[in-house]
């Protein structure tokens, strides 16, 4: 083909690129004498601030991957939970309900509002430390007990349009 790479396995530092007849060294020294060229410049404060900044960059990424992983905390997509609690629900009630929780937490199931947590805004840390499944059910089963009407997510949301809480 046309853009084959020939690696010499005698000088393995050099990559020769038939179709544009160029050299790329990718030797210590070659690099090195750009670097020289940098030295004393306006240039090299810019390379530096650069490397910093990927520097820290890919230190970031890597905290925070690490952070993930010893969590064992994945992801949950907002689509993902709402399709949960439209399961759980009637389209009626699951209207009223991604209104209601829409207006409280945005879907955010991290969501903080002084001492209420979650999907829901409930009046418990333990509420806030559940996943967002778990948000969902318990939120409901809240809603079914106070407001005991087969249309207990748009009972809800009448009283929060009146009282701004449910």
């Not at 050099?14 to 670097?35: S, V, Y």
């Not at 207006?103 to 199931?109: G, I, Q």
């Not at 805004?121 to 948000?135: A, D, I, V």
Request: aromatic share 10%; charged share 20%; glycine share 6%.
């Amino acid at each position: 083909m046309g853009n084959e790479i020939n690696v010499n396995p005698a000088q393995m530092s050099t990559i020769e690129n038939k179709t544009a007849g160029q050299r790329l060294a990718l030797d210590k020294r070659g690099m090195l004498n750009r670097l020289a060229r940098l030295r004393g410049s306006a240039l090299q404060r810019l390379a530096l601030g650069r490397s910093i900044v990927i520097l820290a960059l890919a230190m970031t990424v890597s905290v925070a991957g690490i952070t993930k992983s010893n969590a064992n905390q994945k992801p949950f997509h907002v689509m993902n939970i709402k399709l949960y609690a439209y399961n759980k629900l009637s389209w009626a009630q699951f209207e009223c309900y991604n209104w209601l929780i829409h207006h409280e937490s945005r879907w955010n199931y991290k969501a903080r509002n002084g001492s209420h947590y979650g999907l829901g805004q409930m009046r418990s840390k333990w509420y806030g430390t559940l996943n967002p499944y778990q948000q969902i059910d318990v939120h409901i089963k809240y809603l079914k007990h106070r407001y005991s009407k087969d249309d207990y997510a748009c009972a809800a949301l009448r009283h929060w349009e009146r009282n701004q809480w449910h």
